[in-house]
Structures are given as structure tokens and as C-alpha cells.
């Protein structure tokens, strides 16, 4: 996920890094790895053994929210 700090760069600069056609699968593939961790990652389930079900996927709710200014910031500079 990391990596879309460079198109995050890139967008605020108005400079280009790789092709748009990069950026454009990065961002497919990060917004479903951020939708697929919230239904199963081992780290939640262990999360969800201290916390419950419920906090858990609120917290796992905030984190994707969280990248949300990131995935927009791709999503301008891929398209």
C-alpha cells in the first residue's frame, strides 16, 4: 500500500511516476485488499478474540477510512 504514496506525491506535485495504467491496477488492487481485510486477516481474528466481532470491524472500518484521501489522490493521478 505504500507505494501509493508516490502517486500521492506525484498528484500533489503535478509530477508523473510510471504510467496511469500502473496506478490504475495498484488502486484496484488496494481498494479490494482494504475491503477483503476487514472480512479475514489473521490479525483481526485475533483482534476480534480481545475486542468482539463488532469493535473489530468498526476498527477495521476506521483504518480503511483512513486511506480513503490516499485512494482518491491515485484515483485523480491514474485517470
Known amino acids: ?39 479475514w486477516s489473521p490479525k483481526l481474528a485475533y483482534a476480534t478474540e480481545l475486542m468482539g466481532k463488532n469493535k473489530m470491524r468498526i476498527a477495521a472500518g476506521v483504518g480503511c477510512v483512513l486511506y480513503i484521501p490516499l485512494f482518491l489522490a491515485v484515483y485523480f493521478y491514474a485517470f
Do not use: C, E, K, T
Open 1 to 39: 500500500m505504500s507505494i501509493g504514496l508516490f502517486a500521492f506525491y506525484g498528484y500533489i506535485n503535478d509530477q508523473i511516476y510510471l504510467n496511469p495504467m500502473f496506478w490504475q491496477v495498484w488502486l484496484i488492487i488496494g481498494v479490494l485488499w482494504s475491503i477483503f481485510a476487514i472480512f
